[in-house]
């Protein structure tokens, strides 16, 4: 796998397995990681959704990341392209067999796209990473505080109850453990750490998914996209005109009327 360089849409969609989106979006670094499990190549274009303009737009119309370009094949919202390489591809399965399990990775799924993402990303990595660096904005302290004091402990004593004490949630690591682990690296780039003391299960559990080769191969090309200043990508959209918004940090996935960063 390599990252390609920022090119135009329309020149990424004659290429063969495409994932465009931001090395350092939980969904994208989701379904990165599923590819990965299952052994196929693909290639990132890492370009910012506004730059795509309407092009962008026709591709995802709700100007949402990731998006997969298979073939002639494309569609966004990570949970779909993620439902769609484990039924189109064969190799390891992201679902587990049993209906009954499926349902529970699924309901896992959602609950790490909903609820992990609200604290970890808009409470935590938005608050102390992007409102500072980005729009030069003072860090809502008072939520980052209920984050850290009230809704992340009760998030973490419900997945301390779900989680395995060794292994992964159905055996071989699938789309249910990523989900969940993939919010925990946005939250440590935001200086959040698990409490391995209140919530054995869940740090060990996060430490044993992020270490996976699927999920770990990708680190280098996270450390690289956030060395770029961020500040300098938001010179660099001001100096070409685009709006300047939250989704124009490649971090947002809106989903079931909902807005994620």
């Not at 910012?48 to 966004?76: A, C, H, K, Q």
């Not at 949970?79 to 992201?94: K, N, Q, R, T």
């Not at 529970?104 to 992007?130: M, N, P």
């Not at 925990?184 to 209140?198: K, P, Q, V």
Request: include cysteine; hydrophobic fraction near 40%; charge should be negative.
């Amino acid at each position: 796998m390599r990252a390609a360089p920022n090119r135009c849409i329309s020149c990424t969609m004659k290429r063969p397995r495409t994932i465009i989106g931001s090395f350092v979006s939980p969904y994208v670094r989701k379904v990165l990681a599923c590819l990965n499990l299952k052994g196929l190549d693909y290639q990132i274009d890492p370009i910012t959704p506004f730059y795509g303009n309407d092009e962008f737009e026709r591709l995802s119309p709700l100007r949402r990341i990731p998006i997969l370009i298979d073939g002639d094949v494309t569609m966004s919202d990570s949970s779909v392209i993620c439902a769609y390489l484990d039924e189109a591809y064969p190799g390891h399965a992201l679902l587990p067999a049993s209906p009954a399990e499926r349902a529970r990775a699924r309901w896992l799924e959602e609950y790490a796209d909903t609820r992990l993402g609200d604290l970890f990303i808009w409470s935590l990595f938005y608050q102390k990473v992007v409102r500072p660096m980005v729009w030069n904005e003072p860090t809502d302290e008072e939520r980052v505080r209920k984050a850290l004091e009230e809704d992340l402990p009760e998030a973490l004593n419900y997945l301390e109850g779900e989680l395995p004490a060794a292994g992964f949630l159905f055996g071989e690591i699938g789309i249910a453990d990523i989900s969940i682990a993939t919010f925990f690296r946005n939250g440590a780039y935001a200086g959040f750490e698990t409490d391995d003391s209140h919530w054995p299960r869940t740090a060990g559990f996060v430490n044993r998914t992020l270490d996976h080769p699927a999920i770990a191969s990708l680190l280098p090309f996270e450390d690289v996209q956030r060395g770029a200043s961020i500040k300098g990508r938001r010179q660099a959209l001001l100096n070409a005109g685009a709006r300047l918004t939250e989704e124009t940090l490649g971090l947002r996935e809106p989903r079931r009327g909902r807005m994620r960063l």
